[in-house]
């Protein structure tokens, strides 16, 4: 009798520890989409891809599904070591019953926060732990959260903009000698963007601006 109910505890044991595994699986899961937009460098490199796409005026060339995809691996391209230490500090620690649910939870909240502190504005940062009256940190893992994922994705969001007005430039003085050109010859009626997009698109082949869009991205977070 014993021996069953010995059996029947490390059993019940077990299957507690699989729901467990299968709970913090499905929410990983079910939070996956909010996590990698903003938590990783995914909104910086979307955006700035977007940007190449509207300076280019190219309408839908590339398609949504190529910057997407694109911004996906470079971000698990250069998420890769977070995502490394998070895997071998927590997850497989937590798999292999070596640690509970919540040391789990804040060995992996380190390496991003790490990343993520090491890419927010102070003055963002400031603003959220300000408006929620918490104490200042005294070291980056004290930080939380709630205040440090709105100011990296602010960070994130002004950072992406000031990339993208970069990449305008060129192009707009390429519409802009266009429609001097037309207006000088009287050709009024005829859209400059027409007559610009050959160029435009000329000059981004010719100076590799793909591989420079991309080398700038990935400099930008070293």
Known sequence: MNEFMEFFNNSSSESVSTSVKLFLLLTVLSLAP?????????????????????????????????LVGLSLFLTFFIMAP??????????????????????AYERAAKPLKEFMSSHTRQKDLELFLNYSQAERPSTINDIP??????????????TAFQIGFMI????????????SILMSMGM????????SLPFKILLFVLVDG?????????QSFG
């Open 34 to 66: 909010s996590i990698l937009i903003l938590m990783t460098s995914f909104t910086r490199i979307m955006i700035v891809l977007s940007f190449v796409r509207t300076s280019l005026a190219t309408q839908q060339m590339p398609p949504n599904q190529v």
């Open 82 to 103: 977070t995502f490394s230490q998070i895997n071998e500090e927590a997850l497989t620690p937590l798999f292999d019953d070596e640690i509970n649910l919540e040391q």
């Open 145 to 158: 959260l709630t205040a440090l994922v709105p100011a990296f994705a602010l960070s994130e969001l002004k």
């Open 168 to 179: 305008f430039i060129p192009f707009l003085v390429i519409d802009m000698v266009v429609a």
């Open 188 to 195: 009024m009626m005829l859209p400059p963007v027409m007559i």
């Open 210 to 218: 793909w591989y420079l869009v991309i080398k700038s991205l990935l």
